[in-house]
Structure formats: structure tokens, C-alpha cells
T-cell receptor
């Protein structure tokens, strides 16, 4: 099956700093990747849809200047949380779609961000 | 608006059968997914239905009725490791996944 990796698995940073999270499709080319955020005991919340070679599409209420998304290649998308604050502490999960496998989204293992 | 409804929490006994229901209202429909998510982990794919009927895959089965906007996930011979949240998600006309809030399944010995 299709494999998606994320790095780092967890990160602790100080308030005001920026953090970059990488999402890679390891054995397929993903034209579309998705970034989700999940707070404890809540469901996934789609933040943005990332298309290779074009600007990401952000969901309503998600600040595009705060959550910078870059999808520079067919196997890599990055999410940068700029000027992080404690309320940004969350579980960030990416997923990717393999065009050969239909509509299923394959999820990365997630990145737990803690902002102190 | 688009909406997915599923129970917040269910409890079942090891070895038993449990059915988790999901109703959906979406702008267009291109299929329904079930994912399993253990605490602190990312979701993993369980099933995808786009046609009416029952799809069986080992201990897990998923059913879809497009006319009723209804799906269920059936888990048989429950094991303790099945304790997890089960997420229902519908694919709308723009091929965007609309997620339910998830059903936390608690398995008791």
C-alpha cells in the first residue's frame, strides 16, 4: 500500500518561533496532499489542500500567513507554523492521495506540536 | 450544509458484534470511507463504499445506502485491540472529504 511519512514525529518549541513539518509520499507521487489538525478528543479538521506546483487552498478560518504550505514536488509538502503560540499546540496530520489507488487518502503518522 | 452524524461513544464486549452507524448529507456524493484511529495515532483506512450494499473484509464489514444517506461499520468477534475511534467520512462532489466527529468504541472484557 501507499506509504506517507511525516517528520518530525513530535516537536516542542518556544512561543514566537517557527516550526516546519514535512510530509512525504514514499512510494507514489501525490499531486494532492492534505493538512489536518486534531485537538484532543476532537475529529480531524482540514486546514488546507496542497496541490503540487500551485498555491494551497485554505479552509475558512485558517490563517494562510500563519500556516505556510509548500508543495514543491510530487512527493513532498511542508507546513510551517510561523510565530507559534501555545494555542497552536495540536496533532498535525498530513495525507496524500495516490491517483492510481482512487479516492482513498493515505495518512502520515502525525506530528505532535507543543508550544511552550 | 454538509453534515456527518455518528454516535459519540459506544461500548461493547470482547467477542461480540457492534454496529456503528453514520448518516451523511453532502453536496454530491462520491463515496463513503471508514477509518480507524487509535489514540495518539493517525487514522488508518478500513473501507470505501460507493455502491449500495455490503462490503465484507475479514471481521469488518461496511454497508451503504445512497438513497437513505446511511452507512454502517460492522465489527465482528471484537478484540480488545479494536478499542479506538472510528471515523466516517463522505466524499462530496468536489472530491473533498467531509469528516464525522468519530465514534469512540470501548471494548470491555
Amino acid at each position: 500500500g501507499a506509504v506517507v511519512s511525516q517528520h518530525p514525529s513530535w516537536v516542542i518549541c518556544k512561543s514566537g518561533t517557527s516550526v516546519k513539518i514535512e510530509c512525504r509520499s514514499l512510494d507514489f507521487q501525490a499531486t494532492t496532499m492534505f493538512w489536518y489538525r486534531q485537538f484532543p478528543k476532537q475529529s480531524l479538521m482540514l486546514m488546507a489542500t496542497s496541490n503540487e506546483g500551485s498555491k494551497a487552498t485554505y479552509e475558512q478560518g485558517v490563517e494562510k500567513d500563519k500556516f505556510l504550505i509548500n508543495h514543491a514536488s510530487l512527493t513532498l509538502s511542508t507546513l510551517t507554523v510561523t510565530s507559534a503560540h501555545p494555542e497552536d499546540s495540536s496533532f498535525y496530520i498530513c495525507s496524500a492521495r495516490d491517483p492510481r489507488q482512487g479516492r482513498e487518502q493515505y495518512f502520515g503518522p502525525g506530528t505532535r506540536l507543543t508550544v511552550t | 450544509g454538509q453534515n456527518i452524524d455518528q454516535p459519540t461513544e459506544m461500548t461493547a464486549t470482547e467477542g461480540a458484534i457492534v454496529q456503528i452507524n453514520c448518516t451523511y448529507q453532502t453536496s454530491g456524493f462520491n463515496g463513503l470511507f471508514w477509518y480507524q484511529q487509535h489514540a495518539g495515532e493517525a487514522p488508518t483506512f478500513l473501507s470505501y463504499n460507493v455502491l449500495d450494499g455490503l462490503e465484507e473484509k475479514g471481521r469488518f464489514s461496511s454497508f451503504l445506502s445512497r438513497s437513505k444517506g446511511y452507512s454502517y461499520l460492522l465489527l465482528k468477534e471484537l478484540q480488545m485491540k479494536d478499542s479506538a475511534s472510528y471515523l466516517c467520512a463522505a466524499l462530496d462532489s468536489n472530491y473533498q472529504l467531509i469528516w464525522g466527529a468519530g465514534t469512540k468504541l470501548i471494548i470491555k472484557p
